[in-house]
């Protein structure tokens, strides 16, 4: 990681170091905050105590992240917005399947491509997504595999316990106002906000867990805005000292490529007031592996891909072709040296505009490294730029988010501290 342009007290630096999520003081993060929320059952306010995670909302992928169980430590996990019913195998290894509420059994992520019976769920905004049912129950699927990633599996036991969460929840820049979520939004998060879900878990060797989560709070936040803040924030909530005041994010994910600039208003007293704008410039890598998959099918009539498996072809590099894996970097390599110079010319104004410190990040900036990196270098010093490391590109606004959770969960604490104190 370039030290000299990463902060070495922010939580992007403590991530890409793997340090301990420890502050100078010797604390670790809260994971959970005491959360009081309305019981419509028991007709009154009950207590709990929330859980702390973030989710990015992508298009290609759930990204979510959360602090782990018991050790300082961030937990991420990426799973491939895929969805398929399960079939019944009569032998060999089974397959992870999922039962949400009363749903019929599915596969997700990459297990769901492997069925060759993958449905593409909705990509678009928040309101398309998240009225699909099918979606409902891929999200919570995921939200189980972020816990189990966390280490908060019981081994070894059927019932895993009920999981109220406080989320942090990623949705397309537009959807943001100064004044909050769009109305179409706000409705559409009610699907899934105060509502339990119950959701059970076969793995490959037929053993079943069951988990009852209840998003208690649900926080939206601009995607986008959420790598910024990783950058920006160190992991004791208070802002880096920076001789930057005009950041500009450049968020290439699968679906769509989002800027995000934030300009740093430094005031007198020292303290700096933050202004975002955001903007979506055109679809995101979507538009590559559909060209991949035109290309394949010229090529092998028999190959038809749907639009998320033809993004997973565009990442791995291969496809099924006479019932073997087989590698295709010479089409794929020749598509997106063609099809990128379309994302690329989005951006030259950014280039060109020396006013300006960029950022790159999701899984596209992974892609386009290359083309990237050969462009920016050719109009801009090193000092100017940053791309962020493969590893973390893919989650960071969903690390982003977690830095908001973390902030309102310190707040609050700061706030239980100071009434027991005047007791």
Not at 320 to 329: A, F, L, Q, V, Y
Request: net charge negative.
């Amino acid at each position: 990681m370039q030290t000299d342009i990463v902060h070495p007290e922010s939580f992007l630096a403590y991530i890409g170091r793997e340090d301990a999520l420890v502050t100078s003081e010797g604390k670790e993060l809260p994971r959970s905050i005491p959360f009081t929320h309305w019981d419509e059952l028991a007709g009154k306010n009950m207590t709990t105590t929330a859980i702390l995670a973030s989710v990015d909302n992508g298009n290609d992928a759930f990204k979510g992240a959360m602090l782990h169980a018991t050790q300082p430590v961030m937990s991420t996990r990426r799973i491939v917005t895929a969805y398929a019913p399960a079939r019944i195998l009569r032998a060999g290894e089974g397959m992870t399947t999922w039962q949400v509420n009363n749903s019929e059994p599915f596969w997700i992520g990459e297990e769901a491509l492997l069925s060759g019976k993958a449905e593409s769920l909705p990509i678009g905004m928040t309101d398309e997504r998240v009225s699909d049912e099918r979606y409902r129950h891929y999200l919570f699927t995921c939200l189980v595999e972020l816990l189990r990633e966390a280490g908060y599996e019981k081994a070894m036991q059927e019932w895993q316990g009920e999981y109220d969460l406080y989320v942090s929840f990623g949705v397309p820049n537009e959807e943001v106002t100064r004044n909050g979520l769009n109305e179409t939004t706000n409705r559409a998060l009610q699907h899934i906000f105060h509502t339990p879900f119950r959701v059970c878990r076969t793995d490959e060797q037929g053993h079943s867990t069951i988990w009852h989560l209840h998003l208690v709070e649900l926080n939206p936040y601009p995607q986008t805005f959420g790598s910024f803040l990783t950058w920006y924030y160190a992991i004791n909530g208070t802002a880096i000292e920076t001789d930057i005041v005009k950041h500009v994010t450049l968020d290439i994910g699968g679906g769509q490529f989002h800027t995000c600039t934030v300009n740093i208003d430094y005031q007198p007293n020292g303290k700096a007031k933050l202004r975002m704008e955001a903007a979506l410039l055109d679809e995101g890598t979507i538009a590559i592996a559909r060209a991949v998959r035109e290309s394949l099918r010229a090529r092998y009539s028999g190959v038809r891909l749907s639009d998320v498996e033809a993004q997973q072809v565009l990442l791995s590099q291969q496809v099924t072709i006479g019932g073997r894996r087989t590698r295709i970097e010479p089409i794929i390599d020749d598509i997106v040296r063609t099809r990128s110079s379309k994302l690329l010319t989005h951006m030259r104004h950014l280039l060109q505009e020396d006013q300006t410190f960029l950022m790159f990040t999701g899984g596209g900036s992974i892609l386009l490294q290359r083309s990237l990196y050969e462009l920016v270098s050719a109009k801009r010093t090193d000092q100017s730029f940053f791309f962020v490391p493969k590893r973390m590109a893919s989650v960071l606004n969903a690390i982003g988010g977690y830095v908001l959770a973390q902030a309102t969960a310190q707040r609050r604490m700061q706030r239980a501290t100071a009434v027991e104190a005047q007791r």
